[in-house]
């Protein structure tokens, strides 16, 4: 017996298997006794248990009841659907010419401005602007004589320092 106990004693694991194995038995044992116990109600939704509640408050306080709502016929609902959905539309079509005027007002604007800035480039470009001069532009040929002609025209390979050809 004693080599029994030792043996749980040096697995604590084994002993947490057995402890969740007895309390889940021990659970399944109370739920069995009560749902077979009728004196305890059975459990109600969280709905009915407002209806109940809002039942008996209108019941107590005859004063507070709120007044019932009107009967409509079904004609007149047909026709209050129909204005809604008039309205809606008309909404709809006010909001889209809304947004059409924008898109035209946003075009014009666009265009005023690409004008105004080939306006401005066209002023700048000019040959004969102070603030513009356009520089030398060289091709690909006279970039590659002007590389020769330095290696011609310059000193010898011979005699430039090694340090300053390495950079």
């Known amino acids: 017996m004693g080599?029994?106990?030792?043996?749980?004693?040096?697995?604590?694991?084994?002993?947490i298997v057995l402890i969740g194995i007895l309390t889940?038995?021990?659970?399944?044992?109370?739920?069995?006794?009560?749902?077979d116990d009728?004196?305890?109600p059975p459990k109600k939704k969280w709905q009915e248990v407002m209806r109940e509640l809002q039942g008996e408050m209108q019941q107590g306080n005859p004063q507070?009841?709120?007044a019932p709502a009107p009967v409509r016929k079904v004609e007149q609902?047909?026709?209050q659907a129909v204005e809604v959905i008039d309205e809606t539309t008309n909404e709809a079509n006010k909001r889209?010419?809304?947004l059409r005027?924008?898109?035209q007002k946003y075009d014009q604007e666009r265009l005023y401005q690409k004008a105004k800035a080939d306006q401005l480039t066209s002023t700048i470009s000019d040959n004969n602007s102070p603030v513009y001069r356009k520089g030398p532009s060289f091709g690909k040929k006279q970039?590659?004589?002007?590389?020769?002609m330095s290696e011609v025209l310059g000193p010898p390979r011979a005699k430039r320092s090694l340090q300053r050809s390495r950079r």
């Open 77 to 79: 609902q047909e026709a």
């Open 143 to 148: 970039l590659i004589d002007g590389i020769i």
């Open 96 to 98: 889209i010419a809304e």
């Open 24 to 35: 889940s038995m021990l659970g399944k044992k109370k739920q069995h006794q009560q749902h």
């Open 64 to 66: 507070q009841r709120p």
């Open 101 to 103: 005027r924008l898109q």
């Open 3 to 15: 080599d029994f106990i030792d043996f749980f004693l040096q697995n604590p694991f084994l002993i």
């Open 38 to 40: 009728p004196n305890v």
